[in-house]
């Protein structure tokens, strides 16, 4: 298997039975003073609901869209920095400053790009036009590779918006999340992608990195117990589904963590004997050579995976 953040919809309420036909009656005439007030109906209501009109930041934003199309960029970056100014919370006036600077080249104005794009990803980590930018910038700069994984996020943040337990899909998405550290939203979508493929170990791989990831951070100490257990079972479960080095290794390293040395042992030895070259492996075996029981924690923190091996 090749790898790649709905509810239900509300069901509108039964139309009323049309009434019986009633025969035709004159039309009145309105007063002016009447027509110039508005419809006495619930729709009038609509401008108080939040988010009916659009926010300030919105309006420079679309003042910023109509500036481009007429190829005048300088105000188009203003307006954008305009929106910023109003609301930091502002996605898509973050994009435009990127997709300016893109247009503009050069690769001071790239690493500016970039860092807009991220602090856009802080704010909405599931908008596909995050990464679809990203891609281009990369490619701009000439790393096809990262170009290459954008266009695969972005194409795994726009696959779960319609097919939401789509497996391979939630893989990316959680490894998308883990980046941008969220690591709760990585397991969620690391969870959906195994529920999905019962036989999907490697999201189950991914999966218990990320409890793993969790458990060595500072402020999950009163949950560390609980989380490495997890990790533990998540990464049994993917070891029943196909006993592999990469599965042993993240199982050494959660036993590491959890102070049982011998078992750890155990798990590289045998993950050794599977696949050699493992450069996991190599970390888990400087960890187990340092005196007493290392300190995971301290090491780099295993990488989620997106390709399968071999």
Known sequence: MT????????????APAQPAEQPARPE??????EASQEP?????????????????????????????????????????????????????????VAMLLLRKGGSSNMKVALARIQEAI??????????????????RLGMRQKALDER???????????????????????ILMLRNRLPDLAAKHFRKAADS?????IALRNLAKTMFVMASAPDNSARKAQL??????????????????????????????????????????????????????AVLKKDLDATGVAAPAEAAPPRPEVEPEG
């Open 3 to 14: 790898e790649t953040q709905a509810p239900a919809e509300v069901q509108p309420p039964e």
């Open 28 to 33: 009145r005439v309105v007063p002016a003073a």
């Open 40 to 96: 006495r109906s619930w729709f009038s209501w609509l401008r108080f609901l939040p988010g009916f009109r659009k926010s300030p930041a919105m309006v420079q934003v679309e003042r910023a869209r109509r500036l481009v199309e007429k190829k005048n960029f300088t105000q188009a970056m203003s307006a954008f920095q305009k929106a910023l100014e109003t609301s930091p919370e502002c996605v898509p006036a973050y994009q435009g």
């Open 122 to 139: 802080q704010r909405d980590p599931y908008d596909p036009k995050n990464y679809k930018i990203n891609a281009a910038i990369y490619g």
């Open 152 to 174: 695969r996020f972005a194409s795994a943040a726009s696959t779960i918006q319609h097919t939401p337990a789509h497996p391979v899909a939630n893989n990316h998405v959680g």
């Open 197 to 201: 493929d019962g036989n999907y170990d």
């Open 228 to 281: 490495l257990a997890s990790a533990e079972k998540e990464i049994q479960r993917a070891l029943a589904v196909k006993r592999t080095a990469a599965s042993l290794v993240t199982l050494g390293r959660i036993q590491l963590l959890l102070g049982d040395q011998g078992r750890a042992q155990e798990s590289a030895r045998e993950a050794e004997q599977l696949e050699r070259g493992n450069k996991e492996l």
